[in-house]
């Protein structure tokens, strides 16, 4: 009996041990908590839908300082400017410009089309590539923003207008489907679809702030023997950087191009495993290329990709696909780094609404 209350004070000594340990351990961490780990972000960037049921959108470009978004809703035949919302302010959409004049590309499928590049040119002037009118009368819209106030303007509200580029020794049938757009060594870049044989980019000067004449500047077929320049962008060190889409209905045919913009001479060609390169963008901090593939014959390989390219003696060029995407068209960068990409998207059967979208990629590097 003896012993046996031995072994209780015993084991109630201990568990007393216990517990005021644990308590002090207890009070200790009230008064010091421990450092909060910091939440992990998920691995690989990150996409947000933005702006839905668009009808064919195929251009965007972002304004110097304010931030705001512009989107050629193409189908509809229209500018949107999005707000990104800040603090308590809401994020907002409306009209910018309306009344663009309306035609249809492709042969299956057929896209509606109307506005299509977007660049700002300065702070408040936005360059806008015309893409529903006819081969030889199309032009480049520029539109001073800051005269968009509650409601939108109709495009004869337009600034300037540049072009057209009608029928002559450089085009035979006159240009038209101003695809993308760039600046370079002091001049608006836009590439074009008219005549074939030629497959021009298309030179603006821009001086004291005012456009000149639009004329055809680099023949880029001759030179590469492909087809269809679609995708601009300038390089870090002033290049022109076009992506040369080929056919539609050939597989991975595009080539990565870089030009020098003063005499228009091909510097590098580069074969890539892409389909069709739509849009071109180098991301304003790493200065790494990124590409648009739009894919029209095979959808599943259409998205968003990363372009290393190695100069030297040998020239080459490591492709990485970074997102899948659906009909993706054009891109542009904040100068965060934040990409918005617009994509013209599949209809699903029954859905009553468009299924273009633009949506912000964070994450890239």
């Known amino acids: 009996m003896n012993r046996r209350r031995v072994q209780i004070a015993v084991w109630l000594l201990a568990w007393a ?12 961490q009230k008064k010091e908590p421990a450092e909060k780990k910091e939440e992990s972000k998920p691995a ?3 996409v947000q839908d933005i702006v839905i049921n668009l009808y064919n959108p195929c251009g965007v470009a972002v304004q110097p300082k304010t931030g705001h978004v512009y989107i050629a809703d193409s189908g509809n035949l229209r500018l949107l400017r999005f707000t990104p919302g800040k603090g308590e302010q809401a994020p907002s959409i409306a009209e910018a410009v309306v009344g663009f004049p ?57 600034k300037y207008t540049a072009g057209p580029i009608p029928p002559g020794e450089k085009t035979n049938r006159g240009e038209g489907n101003f695809y993308a757009l760039t600046l370079a060594a002091g001049a608006v870049y836009v590439t074009t679809n008219g005549d074939d044989t030629k497959g021009w980019v298309a030179r603006c000067p821009i001086k004291d702030g005012t456009p000149g004449k639009l004329e055809p500047a680099i023949a880029t077929k001759p030179q590469v023997e492909v087809d269809a320049p679609v995708g601009i962008t300038t390089s870090p060190k002033g290049k022109l950087v076009v992506g040369q889409a080929g056919e539609i209905n050939v597989p991975e045919d595009s080539l990565l191009t870089f030009y020098d913009p003063a005499s228009g001479k091909l510097e590098l060609k580069l074969e890539t495993p892409l389909y069709d390169i739509v849009a071109l963008a180098y991301h304003p901090k790493s200065g790494t290329l990124y590409a648009l593939d739009f894919a029209w014959m095979a959808p599943d390989k259409a998205g968003l990709y990363r372009l290393d390219v190695t100069t030297g003696e040998k020239p080459s060029l490591k492709v990485t696909k970074v997102l899948q995407l659906d009909k993706p068209t054009a891109m542009a960068f904040t100068p965060e780094g934040e990409l918005y990409i617009t994509l013209i998207g599949t209809a699903k059967e029954g859905d009553k609404y468009t299924p273009g979208k633009l949506i912000r990629v964070s994450g890239l590097k």
């Open 17 to 28: 041990v216990f517990a005021s340990a644990s308590l002090a351990q207890e009070q200790a």
């Open 44 to 46: 690989g960037p990150q």
């Open 102 to 158: 309306k035609d249809v590309y492709g042969k299956g499928p057929k896209y509606d089309i109307g506005p299509l590049g977007l660049l700002f040119v300065s702070d408040n002037l936005l360059a806008v590539g015309g893409g529903g009118n006819p081969d030889g009368k199309e032009v480049l819209w520029f539109f001073d923003v800051s005269q968009i106030k509650d409601k939108p303007i109709q495009t004869d509200a337009a």
